[in-house]
């Protein structure tokens, strides 16, 4: 059951080009239903660029830069996937401290698909328990994590609540459960 979200602001951080669609669209819009506010963060001003797969898709206007955001601000971060775009998230390095302001101040984190490769920079999954897309398994135990294969997963045992998921097909469960997190 979803949790009221009251106009909280939720960071949706991603690449300027190379966005999943369907990844950004739906939580987005999971957001807006709950009550909160989606803002769109990337690292630069121009519009995002989503996918379908690997097809172009819509084009979608920044809100806010990184350089700009302040993580205070918001009061949980969704970050969505395709393999673009956390590819070129994790070599940003404002996009990356970024990320890991939610974890150090407490705030709820919603990853799906490839998005824990910014986490896995970040170096704050060490000791979580994530689902991604699968080729992402071996990354996360590298990097400290256990990788599953469930729909959708809720980690507690850090700082913060750390929800993630493998793929669009899971976009239900993960936006249920990210709605919840955030509404805590």
């Known amino acids: 059951m979803a949790s009221e979200l009251s106009e909280r602001e939720i960071a949706f951080l991603v690449a300027n080009e190379g966005v999943e669609q369907v990844e950004l669209t739906e939580p987005w819009q999971a957001v807006e239903k709950a009550g909160g506010r989606p803002v769109l963060v990337a690292p630069k ?36 996937g395709g393999v673009a775009n956390p590819d070129m998230l994790r070599t940003d390095d404002g996009a990356v401290r970024f990320a890991r ?22 170096d704050v999954i060490r000791g979580r328990r994530l689902a991604s897309w699968p080729s992402l398994k071996t990354d996360i135990r590298n990097a400290g994590g256990t990788w599953v294969d469930e729909t959708v997963v809720v980690d507690t045992s850090g700082p913060n609540t750390l929800v993630t998921s493998r793929k669009p097909d899971d976009l239900p469960d993960f936006c249920a459960q990210a709605i919840e997190a955030f509404g805590a």
């Open 101 to 122: 302001a939610f974890f150090d101040s407490g705030k709820p984190v919603a990853a799906i698909c490839h998005a824990p490769w910014t986490l896995i920079e970040a």
């Open 45 to 80: 001003g121009d519009d995002v660029q989503a996918f379908n797969h690997l097809d172009k898709g819509d084009r979608f206007p920044v809100d806010v830069t990184v350089p700009e955001a302040d993580p205070e601000r918001f009061d949980a971060l969704v970050l969505p």
